[in-house]
């Protein structure tokens, strides 16, 4: 297999793994009871709360461990929502994580005002146009750091700066971007990250809330996560996911030099060998992992298949609901027009990839672009 798939989630590290089954015996206590094997995973859990805040340079008081990314976004926007019902109005990129996007749906569905900021054609955002969308209402502006299809990364520092000044709360999605890209918290009120984007296991997620704001909880019970995210807590998911974190802290350097290296290397070959390509958000800041290409004369999911065939696997922005694939709404908020959207495919590179793998995958790219090209 060759897996650049890793965008949509990665295989976890191998320490990681290893650590496993030591965690389960050992910390199998519930960190709430007071006797001392519990409160000797209450203290593991404590560790690695404070690891991970350390790396994101925040307190930690401000971490807060949850089951994925989805449920920190969801807790963030709800929790909000909850807490100041006279403010009905939310800005956010149209290019957000549908997880972002769907329970923002929700909350027009109740009567929100939901304001989309105009993106140019890489996906960066129109911070004038932001600014002039805030106004009293403003419950929150939402823009995520790192694109999950793209790559584009945007200039988080100078739009928390900018609702600062506005006084409005600021939630950045930083799924994609962290420990790839430095994360600047000056400015920034909310955060969510997922464990299985950074080779730690599934099932594991967390948000960052700035001290002292305040935020209603989407799960009631008994008061874990003081009180915002009650359920008994995981503490070998948590322990995996701080694990993973220094891993990639430590190995930053490296990993991100690779990985940039790695995909200048594929997109200069697939230029060489395929006419007419063009890589989405090429022209600005990316993340170092996420390569989108469009191939005029394909169609995404045809590529995508012909390179399962090959056991290779990428993934195509299009979402397939009732055997019609629907364009991405991250490439049609870009302008991409629906032909073109339909013909993206995105490659996402892992730090255990080498370049003769990349250059089996341009042969087989070539062949398969041979064949179907012709029909397209
Ligand atoms: N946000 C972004 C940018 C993502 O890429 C993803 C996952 O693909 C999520 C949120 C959701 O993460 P999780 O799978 O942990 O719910």
Redesign the pocket.
């Known amino acids: 297999m060759i897996y650049l798939d890793n ?3 990665t295989a976890v590290f191998k320490e990681v793994l290893d650590s496993l089954e030591d965690y389960y015996k050992s910390y199998f206590a519930n960190p709430s009871s007071i006797h001392k094997h519990g409160q000797k995973v209450r203290h593991v859990i404590e560790r690695s709360r404070y690891d991970i805040s350390q790396i994101l340079k925040v307190n930690e008081e401000e971490v807060f461990f949850t ?7 969801n807790t963030i926007i709800f929790g909000l929502a909850d807490l100041y019902p006279e403010k009905n109005h939310i800005v956010v990129s149209p290019i ?5 996007l769907n329970p923002l749906k929700k909350l027009s569905s109740k009567g929100y005002k939901i304001d989309f900021i105009k993106v140019d054609k890489d996906g960066v955002i129109d911070i004038d146009h932001l600014k002039s969308l805030i106004s009293e209402k403003t419950l929150i502006v939402i823009v ?1 750091h ?3 299809e793209t790559g584009v990364v945007q200039d988080i520092r100078s739009i928390g700066k900018l609702c600062k000044e506005k006084d409005v709360l600021f939630f950045s ?1 930083i ?2 971007s962290f420990l790839k890209e430095d994360i600047d918290t000056d400015y920034v009120d909310f955060l ?1 990250v ?4 950074i080779n730690a296991p ?1 099932g594991i ?1 967390l948000m960052f809330k700035r001290k002292d704001l305040p935020l209603s909880p989407l799960i009631y019970g008994g008061g874990q996560e003081k009180g915002l995210r009650s359920g008994t807590e995981n503490p070998q998911l948590i322990l995996a996911l701080a694990d993973s974190a220094k891993i990639w802290k430590e190995k930053r350097g490296e990993f991100v030099s690779k990985l940039k290296s790695l995909r200048d290397y594929f997109e200069d070959r697939l230029r060489q060998e395929i006419e007419d390509i063009s890589i989405v958000s090429g022209r600005t800041k990316r993340l170092p992992h996420i390569s989108n290409i469009i191939f005029p004369k394909l169609d995404a999911q045809s590529l995508v298949m012909g390179l399962d065939s090959y056991d290779v696997c990428v993934s195509s922005g299009s979402a397939c609901s009732s055997g019609t694939p629907a364009p991405s709404h991250v490439l049609s908020a870009l302008g991409y027009s629906e032909k073109e959207a339909l013909s993206s495919v995105r490659f996402s590179f892992g730090v255990d990839i080498d370049y003769n793998q990349i250059e089996q995958v341009i042969e087989m790219i070539k062949n398969i672009y041979r064949e179907l090209s012709f029909f397209f």
């Open positions: 965008a949509a989630t089951s994925c990314a989805t449920e920190s976004n957000e994580h549908k997880s972002v995520m790192g694109n999950n999605d799924v994609q969510s997922s464990g299985h984007k599934k997620g």
